[in-house]
């Protein structure tokens, strides 16, 4: 027996309702993108973390974490379209061949660069909420090597680039490596200098990727040292605030590093690869990162 689809047993009010919904989204997406968007990127995950609690904390921002568009969401999608487009153009030739007029549905690339901003913004909205913010921010280091995709999507988009000295970061990821490795990781690095010296060239392709970034978007990119954090945030923060457009007043500083200090506490110790590198791990990792770490002063 012929069936009514489920849709037209619905009540006409719930469907006039559901339109009305649709277009209430569409409007508040449209809101959302008009504000100051940020990212938050990094090589590090010691310091990004406490960056993003801070900026979460002024109550003009939301910046809430991890997105990971670049490396999660936008492969995914892209995935999904060519395989839609692939079906439809096997589907208009079809339809060509057999003389009927029209042709199948597909997506260009413009359409991906709407469909990935559009999908951002919904996710966005859900942090948001009701919210009377006027910057937005989002953090995942990854995404410092998908800046330029970024900036297509969002062509007036901050960035905050946190930095960490790389041997330390690299001291960091071994013991953090080691302590959850099944036999895994050591069998591909069975010395520290060879994890040392891998460690360094990703270092400096991502600090290298963000440094290049901001150098053609100078006033749109902020450096923070995870370093100088440590030493005295008060100023870094004030101008990350500042850099962000909203207020920089004293109370907003210190009730952010509060709360950056208690979610996400600094708990890092500048200068302990000292304690981990040998002659051989130091003479490779600065094979590959020696002048970086000249150009963020840090010491040799």
């Not at 969002?154 to 905050?160: A, H, K, S």
């Not at 010296?197 to 400096?204: I, Q």
């Amino acid at each position: 027996m012929w069936m009514v689809p489920a849709w037209r047993r619905l009540p006409w009010q719930w469907l006039v309702r559901r339109m009305e919904e649709f277009k209430a989204v569409h409007a508040q997406l449209g809101q959302l993108l008009e504000k100051d968007i940020v990212f938050v990127v990094g090589a590090t995950r010691w310091g990004t973390s406490w960056v993003q609690q801070c900026l979460d904390a002024h109550p003009k921002v939301c910046c809430k974490g991890e997105g990971h568009f670049s490396d999660g969401l936008f492969p995914g999608l892209a995935k999904l379209i060519d395989t839609y487009n692939q079906d439809a153009e096997r589907i208009g030739n079809r339809m060509q061949l057999a003389g009927l007029p029209g042709n199948a549905a597909g997506f260009t690339f413009e359409d991906m660069d709407h469909l990935l901003r559009t999908a951002i913004a919904l996710m966005i909205r859900r942090w948001v909420q009701d919210k009377d913010v006027t910057c937005i921010g989002e953090k995942t280091p990854e995404h410092v090597l998908s800046l330029d995709l970024l900036v297509r999507l969002f062509p007036e988009m901050r960035v905050v680039h946190v930095v960490r000295d790389g041997r330390d970061e690299a001291s960091s990821a071994w013991d953090f490596n080691m302590g959850i490795s099944k036999g895994e990781f050591p069998r591909r690095y069975p010395s520290f200098a060879d994890f040392a010296e891998t460690f360094a060239k990703n270092w400096s392709r991502a600090v290298g990727t963000a440094r290049r970034y901001g150098r053609m978007h100078r006033t749109h990119y902020y450096q923070i040292r995870v370093e100088d954090l440590v030493e005295e945030p008060a100023p870094f923060v004030r101008r990350m605030f500042r850099f962000c457009n909203v207020e920089d007043r004293e109370d907003h500083v210190q009730a952010a590093i509060r709360r950056a200090n208690q979610i996400a506490p600094l708990d890092i110790d500048p200068g302990v690869w000292r304690k981990r590198f040998d002659p051989d791990a130091a003479k490779r990792f600065h094979r590959q990162s020696g002048e970086l770490l000249k150009l963020l002063n840090y010491e040799e």
